[in-house]
């Protein structure tokens, strides 16, 4: 190879190395975003924008808080590329207690009233829809309560919170159809996995019930701590 060819060789193939260079500092976060992220308080590494959720396509890399599905740290700071606020929520946690962070705009949102219905329309017989709640740091109980919603129909709709072998009363809404819940129960236990039964009694009359169910953590002041719920038996 003569010199003038080996010079265009050596300049084409600089050429293509700075641009994938520039294809990865687009894909990945840069050392002065990540900076730029830590003096806003962002907990963040040199790989933070890759990381995905334990369901995402990167899973050999460190889970994201909280589960959010195929979603990845960049695309928080994305959405965000200034204050970082987003991506606080993401990393960090920042949400408030009883709050959660949207999978799709990476925003705190309130945790939302559990609405549901149990029973058949071809049958009286008795009936439950279980939740499973996972409590955050801090938990020391959970508070459970249940609104019986129109139709007005004679079964009796009721609620329950267990942790391990500990259960809460049951408590069931003395008045179908008006907008008062049951009288609040709880359960003790720390951070983690509880359950809650939401039950409808037997009757002789068909029929399926609405129903509202209240259900958060708390700290031992009574504080809410973060609540997520899942429905894993629907009848």
Not at 30 to 44: F, L, Q, R, W
Request: aromatic content about 6%; some cysteine.
């Amino acid at each position: 190879m003569n010199k003038t060819k080996y010079i265009l060789y050596l300049k084409t193939g600089l050429i293509a190395v700075a641009a994938s260079l520039v294809v990865v500092a687009s894909a990945w976060a840069t050392p002065e975003i990540m900076a730029a992220a830590a003096a806003k308080g962002v907990k963040a590494t040199s790989c933070t924008s890759c990381h995905t959720s334990a369901n995402g396509t990167k899973s050999n890399l460190k889970p994201v808080l909280g589960s959010l599905p195929a979603k990845t740290y960049r695309d928080a700071w994305l959405a965000d590329k200034t204050g970082f606020t987003k991506l606080k929520n993401v990393v960090n946690g920042t949400c408030a207690g009883g709050q959660t962070v949207n999978p799709t705009t990476f925003l705190c949102e309130a945790q939302k009233p559990n609405a549901g219905s149990v029973g058949s329309a071809s049958t009286g017989a008795a009936a439950t829809d279980g939740y499973t709640v996972t409590c955050g740091a801090g938990t020391a109980n959970l508070y459970v309560r249940v609104k019986d919603l129109a139709p007005v129909l004679s079964p009796a709709i009721s609620i329950q919170a267990k942790k391990g072998t500990k259960s809460s009363a049951l408590s069931a809404d003395p008045i179908d159809g008006d907008t008062s819940y049951s009288k609040p129960v709880s359960v003790v236990g720390t951070a983690g996995a509880f359950t809650v039964n939401v039950n409808k009694s037997a009757s002789t009359a068909k029929g399926i019930e609405n129903y509202a169910a209240d259900i958060y953590c708390r700290n031992a002041t009574g504080a809410k701590t973060s609540t997520k719920t899942v429905l894993t038996q629907n009848h």
